[in-house]
């Protein structure tokens, strides 16, 4: 640039020239240095790992497993190992004796009085003192214990499949959101096209005009017409810069700097899994699998509940009968439901309700799945015939284009005309970048549903 000043001719014509060329070559070297941001290209498997291994949901189907499996063995020590507890318990029931016509306060009425006010002798013994360790072993519960297990197993696998489901639709916003970064940075190109085709005929025309071949007002068209592709630049700069943040966040990547965006080319996924093995029917086998058990658990109410225990310890009523009122003490204690008003009845009438609601959203999205993913492939096709259609015509713009700033430079064509197929091509250009852009979102929402 420096160069170019020193050379410039003195005359109004030379110097009014070489601002021109100074200002087109400063617009161009700076689109072109933005053009390519500092370090190496990020594609799309990048921010996709990145976002699979920053996703808290990774982190939850890896903990759910672990979780289940604790809860488990803790369902195993409850049902099935013995359990021990320390019981203590004084009970002081004070009581105003009347014997021997005196009234007094006592701490607990004797066993030879007959007249006192306080609780009846009969019913708290008057006081008690207890503490002792007790043993208690559940008997005969390796079913209960089965039971609530594959309940506690069949919830923790119904998470980790949310989160899986969770984690797939991050998968398909993180391509979404990629899509769209690379569609701004193809609108930059095109922009940038533009204006170093407007930044060499505006040179041409600045000669022309110097030689009064051409009108002045040409130039002043021509200049119009590159202020309003610098502002389409910075809109496009702009909604680049705001969607790759969002990408970043997205993806769990703390990071607030440019970076270049690689092209990217999905590719259709082959034939999905059959219905039954698909991601998204998995959800209601689970949701079949956890009714079930629930309903196994609530059927281990009405197995006998068995158990033995054994304690030794202290248990009185008078203090000082403490020192001869040490002992031990085993038996056995069983409970079972023998009537509760058909509760158990209902319980089965609403599972097997719940169980066709889950086989009913299952047969739905068998029927409706394979429509949709059609109905994606028509529009993938009809999408691929309109950009070969669109290129074709791009292809016809640049000739029109050419033809025309050859007729401009002779003074056979007014500016207007090349400013008008100019704006043309830059419609063509965007919609051409819009279709592709288009095209891989359906690409990237087929194999969404095909997983």
């Known amino acids: 640039m420096l160069a170019a000043m020193l050379f410039c001719p003195l005359t109004p014509h030379g110097r009014s020239l070489c601002l021109s060329l100074l200002l087109i070559t400063s617009l161009l070297s700076s689109l072109a240095g933005w053009a390519q941001p500092a370090g190496p290209a990020r594609n799309l498997d990048f921010y996709l790992v990145q976002a699979r291994d920053n996703s808290p949901l990774t982190h939850e189907i890896r903990n759910q497993g672990q979780a289940a499996q604790l809860e488990t063995e803790r369902l195993r020590a409850f049902y099935t190992k013995a359990t021990g ?15 021997n016509g005196r009234t007094q306060l006592s701490y607990s009425a004797d066993a030879n009085s007959n007249r006192y006010v306080g609780y009846d002798l009969a019913l708290s013994n008057g006081a008690l003192y207890q503490g002792y360790a007790q043993v208690t072993q559940p008997l005969f519960s390796q079913k209960r214990f089965e039971a609530y297990a594959q309940q506690a197993q069949g919830l923790a696998l119904s998470q980790q499949n949310l989160a899986r489901l969770s984690l797939h639709d991050l998968e398909r916003f993180v391509g979404d959101q990629y899509i769209l970064c690379r569609q701004d940075l193809d609108q930059l190109s095109y922009v940038r096209e533009l204006l170093d085709i407007l930044g060499r005929q505006r040179l041409l025309v600045q000669k022309l005009v110097d030689a009064s071949l051409l009108k002045r007002s040409d130039y002043l068209l021509l200049n119009i017409e590159v202020e309003t592709q610098q502002i389409f630049l910075n809109t496009y700069r702009t909604a680049y810069h705001r969607d790759l943040l969002n990408l970043n ?8 700097s440019e970076v270049a965006l690689a092209p990217t ?53 008078a ?20 009537f509760d008003g058909h509760q158990r009845q209902f319980s089965r009438d609403r599972t097997s309700v ?10 739905n999205f068998a029927t409706v799945n394979p429509v949709r993913q059609q109905q994606l492939l028509y529009e993938l096709r009809q999408i691929e015939g309109r950009q070969r259609l669109a290129r074709a015509q791009i292809a016809s713009y640049r000739q029109v284009l ?4 050859r007729e401009t430079i002779a003074g056979q064509l007014s500016v207007i005309f090349y400013v008008q197929v100019l704006k043309n091509y830059a419609v063509a250009a965007r919609d051409l970048v819009l279709l592709e852009n288009n095209r891989l979102l359906l690409v990237n929402l087929y194999n969404y549903w095909t997983w």
């Open 85 to 99: 507890t320390l019981v203590a318990n004084y009970t002081f029931v004070p009581v105003l004796s009347q014997d």
């Open 249 to 256: 966040v997205l993806c769990g990547i703390g990071d607030t």
């Open 265 to 317: 080319e999905l590719s259709l996924r082959g034939q999905g899994p059959l219905v039954g093995l698909s991601g998204f029917t998995e959800r209601y086998r689970l949701d079949s699998l956890v009714l079930m058990a629930n309903q196994r658990v609530f059927e281990t109410r009405y197995q006998p509940l068995v158990s033995a225990f054994a304690n030794s310890g202290l248990n009185a009523v």
């Open 319 to 338: 203090l000082s009968d403490i020192p001869r009122r040490f002992g031990a003490s085993a038996g056995l204690s069983l409970s079972m439901y023998l």
């Open 354 to 363: 719940l169980l066709e609601t889950t086989r009913a959203y299952q047969r």
């Open 402 to 405: 050419d033809s025309y700033k």
